[in-house]
C-alpha cells in the first residue's frame, strides 16, 4: 500500500531553471510534510517542511506548496544549481503516529 | 556528537549469519528511529524508540529482526539468520521534539 505517491522518478533542468517534484497522500491523518534531500552514500537531509495550516512554505531557494483539499504537496526549487543534483524525498507523518512515510523519490539532475 | 553516527558503515556477511547494527544518536534525542531503505527506495520504517522502550515496531518484517535501546541513547538493531533479502542500508534517525528527524549515513548491510 503506497500512501505517499512520488513523481516524476527522474527529472533533468538546466541551471537557473525551476524544478518541481510532486506528491499527493491519502491518509488525511497525515498533519507534517517533510522534504528530505539525499546525496549518494549519504543518509537523507531535512530541507523544509510544512504542516496544513499553512499553503506554502519558502525557505531560500526551496518552496513547499500544500494543497489539503487535493491532498497534494510540492516542492518548487528556484534558481536551480548543479549542486541540487540529488534524490529528494517527499514524506508524510500521522499525529503520534512518530514514523514517517515516504514517497519514491525523485533524482534530480540539474545541467550546468 | 554533532550529528547521528552509524557503525559500521558497510558490512558484508553470510546468508545465515548474526549481525549488529548500531546507532549513535543526536546528543539529547530522546526518540530514535530505525528504517531501511532498499536500492532506488525511499526508506521505510522500522521501529521506533521513546526512552528507552520501543514504541513501535510495526515495521520490523519478522521475528528474525530485534532493536534495543538498554540506556535510552545507543541503539543496536540486530538481524538473526540472515537472507539475502536483507540487503539494503539501514538507516537511524533521532529527533528532539518528536517531528524534525535526523538521519545519520547508514550501514549498507550485505548478505551474499
Known amino acids: 500500500q503506497q500512501q505517499v505517491k512520488q513523481s516524476p522518478q527522474s527529472l533533468i533542468v538546466q541551471k537557473g531553471g525551476i524544478s518541481i517534484i510532486n506528491c499527493a497522500y491519502e491518509?488525511?491523518?497525515?498533519?507534517?510534510f517533510p522534504w528530505y534531500q539525499q546525496f549518494p552514500g549519504k543518509g537523507p537531509a531535512l530541507l523544509i517542511a510544512?504542516?496544513?495550516?499553512?499553503s506554502e512554505k519558502k525557505e531560500g531557494r526551496f518552496t513547499i506548496s500544500f494543497n489539503k483539499s487535493a491532498k497534494q504537496f510540492s516542492l518548487h526549487i528556484m534558481d536551480s544549481q548543479p549542486g541540487d543534483s540529488a534524490t529528494y524525498f517527499c514524506?508524510?507523518?500521522?499525529?503520534?503516529?512518530?514514523?514517517?512515510?515516504f514517497g519514491q523519490g525523485t533524482r534530480l539532475t540539474i545541467n550546468p | 556528537g554533532a550529528g547521528v553516527s552509524q557503525t559500521p558503515s558497510n558490512k558484508v556477511t553470510e546468508k545465515g549469519k548474526y549481525v549488529e547494527l548500531r546507532c549513535d544518536p543526536i546528543?539529547?534525542?530522546?526518540?530514535l528511529y530505525w528504517y531501511r531503505q532498499s536500492l532506488g527506495q525511499g526508506p521505510e520504517f522500522l521501529i521506533y524508540?521513546?526512552?528507552?522502550?520501543?514504541?513501535?515496531d510495526s515495521g520490523l518484517p519478522n521475528d528474525r529482526f530485534f532493536a534495543v535501546r538498554p540506556e535510552g541513547s545507543v541503539s543496536t538493531l540486530k538481524i538473526q539468520r540472515t537472507e539475502r533479502g536483507d540487503s539494503a542500508v539501514y538507516l537511524c534517525?533521532?529527533?528532539?521534539?518528536?517531528?524534525?528527524?535526523?538521519f545519520g549515513p547508514g550501514t549498507r548491510l550485505t548478505v551474499l
Open positions: 534517525a533521532s529527533s528532539l521534539l518528536g517531528y524534525e528527524q535526523f
Open positions: 524508540f521513546q526512552g528507552t522502550g520501543a514504541a513501535d
Open positions: 491518509n488525511t491523518a497525515f498533519d507534517y
Open positions: 514524506a508524510a507523518e500521522g499525529v503520534g503516529a512518530q514514523k514517517l512515510v
Open positions: 546528543s539529547g534525542h530522546t526518540a
Open positions: 510544512i504542516r496544513p495550516d499553512v
